[in-house]
C-alpha cells in the first residue's frame, strides 16, 4: 500500500495518490517523496492527538509489534513508536523510495531500532508479517478495491485483544474563505464536487473494486471486531501560514489541477492557475488569507479474547 495518499476529503493535506491501481509507474517517487513528507509533517500535531487516543485503549506495556499500513515517509509510523515505546513498528508500503525516508526519520529520532519497514501492497503481502498488537491503517483502506475484505484481512493479523485503527473520512479541508476576491465565490467547495467525481471513478478502477457503504464501525463488527469506537481530530491552522507551508500548500493543489482539470470550468481553472503562479499577488504564495481547518475520523476495534 502506498501512501501516496488522494481521497476526496484529505487528498489535498495528503497530497494525493495513484498508488493503487497500477498507476505508479509514472510517479517520480523521489521527487515526490519531500512533499509527502512535508504534508504528513503538517499533520502532525493531529496525528499525534490520534496515536495518543489510540494508546489510551491499549496498555502501552503489552504492545509488542504494531504494523503501519501504508506508512509513506513514516511521520506516523514515528508517532507511533513513541506512543507505544516497548513494541517493534513494522511501515508497511509500496514504494521502496518513502520506507527509505522512514527508517531515515526513525534513525533521527532515536527510533532506528525499534522501527523496520515492509514493502507490501496491502492487504497482500502480510503474511510473512506474522501478527500485531495495533494496526493502524491511515487514508490506504479507501484504496482497496474490496474494503470490507482488506479489513477481515488486518483483523486476521491481530491477536487475541489487538486493535485495529482505521483512519477514514471526516470533514473536506478548508484553505480559503468562501470568496477570495477572484473568480466566482465557492472555489473550493466546487473542487470538492469535482474531486468527488474523480474519486468515484478511481476506486471504481481498482481490482477487485465492490461497492460498500463506508459505515467504518459497522465494517469492524463483520470482521469479528468489537467495542468500536470512533472520534474525530480538529487541524487548525489559522492564517498567516508560514513559507513552508505555503509551499506545501501550493504543491497540494498543484496535483490537485491535475485531478479536476476536465471537471472544473475554464474560468476556475483560470482562478486555480493564479492561485498557484508564485509570481502572482493573488496567488498561495502572496496572499495573507490562506489557512488549513481539517478534521479526520478514526475508528477502533479490537479482535476476541481481551487484555
Not at 495518499?5 to 517517487?29: C, N
Not at 509500496?94 to 527508517?103: F, G, I, Y
Not at 469479528?224 to 487548525?236: E, H, I, P, Q, V
Request: aromatic share 4%.
Amino acid at each position: 500500500m502506498s501512501s501516496h495518499r488522494h481521497h476526496h476529503q484529505d487528498h489535498r493535506d495528503h497530497h494525493g495518490s495513484s498508488g493503487r491501481g497500477g498507476h505508479t509507474a509514472d510517479i517520480d517517487w523521489d521527487a515526490l517523496a519531500p512533499v509527502l513528507e512535508s504534508g504528513a509533517e503538517m499533520h502532525r500535531p493531529l496525528s499525534a492527538r490520534a496515536a495518543a487516543w489510540v494508546s489510551e485503549q491499549l496498555p502501552a506495556r503489552d504492545v509488542r509489534r504494531v504494523f503501519d499500513i501504508g506508512s509513506g515517509p513514516g511521520v506516523l509510523t514515528c508517532l507511533l513508536a513513541e506512543a507505544f515505546p516497548e513494541a517493534e513498528v513494522v511501515a508497511v508500503d509500496a514504494t521502496p523510495q518513502l520506507l527509505d525516508r522512514a527508517l531515515a526519520r526513525a534513525a533521527r529520532h532515536g527510533l532506528g531500532e525499534r522501527v523496520r519497514v515492509h514493502v507490501a501492497e496491502a492487504p497482500g503481502g502480510l503474511d510473512e508479517l506474522g501478527a500485531a498488537d495495533l494496526i493502524w491503517a491511515g487514508n490506504s483502506v479507501h484504496h482497496m478495491g474490496d474494503q470490507r475484505a482488506a479489513i477481515g484481512v488486518f483483523a486476521g493479523r491481530l491477536r487475541p485483544g489487538g486493535l485495529l485503527a482505521v483512519l477514514e473520512g471526516g470533514l473536506p479541508a478548508r484553505h480559503l474563505p468562501r470568496d477570495i476576491g477572484i473568480g466566482r465565490p465557492g472555489l473550493e467547495a466546487r473542487i470538492d464536487a469535482a474531486s468527488s467525481s474523480w474519486f468515484e471513478e478511481m476506486r471504481a478502477a481498482l481490482p477487485g473494486y465492490k461497492a460498500e457503504v463506508e459505515h467504518w464501525p459497522a465494517l469492524l463488527a463483520a470482521s469479528g471486531l468489537t467495542d468500536a469506537r470512533s472520534r474525530s481530530f480538529l487541524l487548525d491552522i489559522p492564517a498567516p501560514l508560514t513559507a513552508a507551508q505555503r509551499e506545501q500548500l501550493a504543491s497540494a493543489f498543484s496535483w490537485l489541477r491535475s485531478v479536476v482539470e476536465g471537471r472544473l470550468d475554464g474560468d476556475d481553472l483560470a482562478v486555480l492557475d493564479r492561485l498557484l503562479d508564485p509570481a502572482d499577488e493573488q496567488g498561495f504564495m502572496h496572499r495573507p488569507d490562506p489557512f488549513l481547518l481539517a478534521a479526520r475520523t478514526v475508528h477502533t476495534a479490537r479482535s476476541s479474547g481481551g487484555r
